[in-house]
Nanobody
Framework: QVQLVESGGGSVQPGGSLRLSCAIF????????LGWFRQAPGKVREAVAA????????HYADPIKGRFTISRDNAKNTVYLQMSSLKPEDTAMYYC????????????????WGQGTQVTVAS
């Protein structure tokens, strides 16, 4: 079993920055891959970024490339999403998810989810 607890969301003006954190509790065997997803009202949940335990490989969705950075601190069992140059279209509930197989971009390949943290980008 794995539990994920997100934090760091909030309201920010366009162009601003936020750093989301996801604390990981439980069996690390099921959190070989950590991903961030987001879901805006009325829209489907979409993958944002993913990273791996023991690997420097990262993945990013096209809309956020160059603006967001995912990182993982294995010693602290925490994964981060540094978000910069935020845009109103980044407004969404952001979820941390854990999995160990399958494609990084599909929610079906993640077995554990956090409760989400809200990010609002507005003037």
């Amino acid at each position: 079993q794995v539990q994920l607890v997100e934090s760091g969301g909030g309201s920010v003006q366009p162009g601003g920055s936020l750093r989301l954190s996801c604390a990981i509790f439980g069996d690390t065997a099921y959190s070989a891959r950590l991903g961030w997803f987001r879901q805006a009202p009325g829209k489907v949940r979409e993958a944002v970024a993913a990273c791996y335990r023991g690997s420097a490989t990262t993945h990013y969705a096209d809309p956020i490339k160059g603006r967001f950075t995912i990182s993982r601190d294995n010693a602290k069992n925490t994964v981060y999403l540094q978000m910069s140059s935020l845009k109103p279209e980044d407004t969404a509930m952001y979820y941390c998810a854990a999995g160990y197989s399958g494609g990084w971009f599909s929610a079906e390949y993640y077995d554990y989810w956090g409760q989400g943290t809200q990010v609002t980008v507005a003037s």
